[in-house]
């Protein structure tokens, strides 16, 4: 990750952070929402228990927030980026590992790809931004 935050973005990570007592690794504001990277271990933490942190959280950024846990296996990381779904299988492809090739099951692949492609394009973005991954194919 060679991003650097905005003067906003670090206030969204103090605010969150402060909130749930998750540690952030990375914040992207983007026109409808706020995602969270948060280190490996600390989903829970950023949740809460029946979600109070998470909703504290939101109520405080006045904004939609996403939580992904981070995972330094490429893999493990796109596999979470599809996290609601339901995931088959996930493989690296390609020269050079940069391509990876996710298996999603057919019901849920409308909702993996996400209106207009959004869905898949965040995922990709995701994907390139922690791992230099140039493509997610779903299968």
């Given amino acids: 990750m060679d991003s650097k ?15 749930t007592g998750a540690s952030v690794k990375d914040c992207i504001k983007n026109s409808d929402e ?38 330094d296996d490429p893999v493990e ?8 779904l339901r995931v088959e299988d996930g493989q ?9 090739r996710v298996s999603i099951d057919e019901r849920d692949k409308k909702m993996a790809i996400g209106l207009k492609g959004k869905k898949l394009s965040k995922v990709k973005m995701l994907a390139k931004r922690f791992h230099g991954i140039e493509d997610v194919i779903i299968d």
């Fill in 77 to 84: 990381f796109v596999k979470r980026l599809f996290h609601s």
């Fill in 92 to 100: 690296m492809a390609g020269e050079n590992d940069k391509v990876i």
């Fill in 5 to 19: 935050l905005t003067v906003d973005e670090m206030w969204y990570v103090t605010t969150f952070e402060d909130t």
């Fill in 34 to 71: 706020i995602i969270f990277v948060v280190k490996k271990g600390d989903m829970g933490l950023a949740i809460g228990k029946n979600g109070a942190n998470i909703n504290r959280a939101r109520e405080k950024l006045g904004k939609k927030i996403e939580v992904i846990e981070h995972s």
